[in-house]
């Protein structure tokens, strides 16, 4: 249960699967279509999907890279959170989104798992959300030239250390796209 006061719904948070972060993102489509599939359940669930949306020098605002992927479309009134940091809470209204909508639980999707998804993860469990990782909804691009594992096992490893996080009050883990239940408390 969050730790957060009067926070009793969840949302779906889906974290830069734009142009320029997934295009060559490990198994890219699969993951897109698997964030397609919750996009939709969480819209027929009555469920917020919150998008967040990166702006880096690499990502200039209003610029082909900076858009979200074309298989995904944000429809009006959902909220879009503009960041420039790893943890989408940084220097953005994001708590006061999801404050707003008396939302105490997040399910997590998104890019790069090993740079933002992570972020957020560890920035919303501080912050005393419950936090559920969509096993197979997140990617990365393969940094293994520069030093880190291949992307399979950053995703792998992610999920599994996701799945045994635990803080006083809250609830993290991981949870397949196709066991995704959007009105539980606690992560199946």
């Not at 009555?46 to 990502?59: C, D, I, K, S, T």
């Not at 909220?79 to 404050?99: I, M, N, R, W």
Request: charge should be negative.
């Amino acid at each position: 249960m969050t730790t957060l006061t009067d926070r009793p719904h969840t949302a779906l948070v889906v974290i830069d699967v734009q142009n320029g972060v997934v295009g060559d993102a490990h198994d890219r489509d699969r993951v897109v279509a698997n964030i397609a599939a919750l996009v939709d359940r969480a819209r027929v669930a009555g469920v917020p999907v919150v998008w967040v949306q990166h702006r880096a020098e690499h990502l200039p605002a209003d610029s082909e890279p900076w858009q979200i992927v074309p298989e995904l479309t944000r429809r009006d009134g959902e909220p879009l959170v503009h960041k420039t940091y790893g943890d989408s809470f940084e220097g953005t209204d994001l708590e006061q989104v999801l404050a707003a909508a008396r939302v105490g639980r997040l399910i997590v999707t998104g890019a790069q798992t090993d740079a933002c998804v992570r972020s957020t993860l560890h920035g919303a469990f501080t912050r005393g959300y419950d936090v559920t990782l969509v096993a197979d909804a997140h990617t990365t691009e393969d940094l293994s030239a520069y030093g880190a594992p291949p992307p399979a096992q950053v995703i792998a490893h992610t999920n599994l250390y996701w799945g045994f996080q635990s803080a006083p009050g809250r609830t993290a883990g991981t949870v397949d796209t196709a066991d995704v239940d959007f009105d539980a408390t606690v992560p199946a």
